[in-house]
């Protein structure tokens, strides 16, 4: 167990919808970051936060967003929602901002129908 | 864009051989590689970090070597045993306004007894 927390486990939604996946980082951890694992394109990066505030952006489409709240739990929010956003979705946390020694939590496993 | 490359994408072996997994990347200011081992269906557990700062580092029956020159790190499982079958991910730290960790596609190692 890493200390990193995600919910839900799973969620199945159809094409067009907005879900919300959350993630609470490790004791102390100030650092989020989210990540997408689809079958064929491994771990791909998507945001970070640090301390509340956006510090590095991947390859996040426009239709998902995120953010920090000042108890430093994060979350994603995912919208227009189309078969190919089905994957696992990653959060890890690390204790500052310099993406250093991260720990994953659980996913998030997100089908689309 | 800045990627990593991750070979071999598939590694099959025998309990006891040794096992190499070989990652090249590209941003000349990286100076953070971890190596990731995920279990099907479970999240990426952190097993081995090196610092731009260090040739080698050990632990137990896990070794990276990092060549800064020519920039590529690899990792060494040596007595593979069947637990070790799993998918390996490196990844390397980018820096691009801010900080992210750029991960490879990943290898799938099968240990057999």
């Known amino acids: 167990d890493s200390g990193v927390t995600q919910t839900p486990k799973h969620l199945i939604t159809a094409t067009g919808q907005r879900v919300t996946l959350r993630c609470s980082p490790r004791?102390?951890?100030?650092?989020v970051y989210w990540y997408q694992q689809s079958l064929d394109q491994g771990l791909q990066f998507l945001i970070q936060?640090?301390?509340?505030?956006?510090?590095a952006k991947g390859n996040i489409l426009e239709r998902f967003s995120a953010q920090q709240f000042p108890d430093l739990h994060s979350e994603l929010n995912l919208s227009s929602l189309e078969l190919g956003d089905s994957a696992l979705y990653f959060c890890?946390?690390?204790?500052?901002?310099?993406?250093?020694?991260?720990?994953f939590g659980p996913g998030t496993r997100l089908t689309v129908l | 864009g800045e990627n990593v490359e991750q070979h071999p994408s598939t590694l099959s072996v025998q309990e006891g051989d040794s096992a190499v997994i070989k990652c090249t990347y590209s941003?000349?200011?990286?100076?953070?590689f971890p190596w990731y081992k995920q279990e099907l269906g479970k999240r990426p557990q952190l097993i081995i970090d090196?610092?731009?700062?260090?040739g080698e580092k050990k632990d137990q029956r896990i070794a990276v070597t990092l060549n800064k020159t020519a920039k590529h790190f690899s990792l060494h499982i040596t007595e593979t045993q069947p637990e070790d079958s799993a998918v390996y991910f490196c990844?390397?730290?980018?820096?691009?306004?801010?900080?992210?960790?750029?991960f490879g596609k990943g290898t799938t190692l099968s240990v057999s007894s």
């Open positions: 890890a946390s690390s204790l500052t901002g310099d993406a250093n020694e991260q720990f």
């Open positions: 004791s102390g951890d100030l650092s």
């Open positions: 936060y640090y301390n509340g505030e956006e510090r």
């Open positions: 941003d000349s200011a990286s100076n953070y």
């Open positions: 090196i610092r731009s700062n260090v």
């Open positions: 990844a390397a730290l980018l820096y691009q306004a801010g900080t992210a960790l750029i």
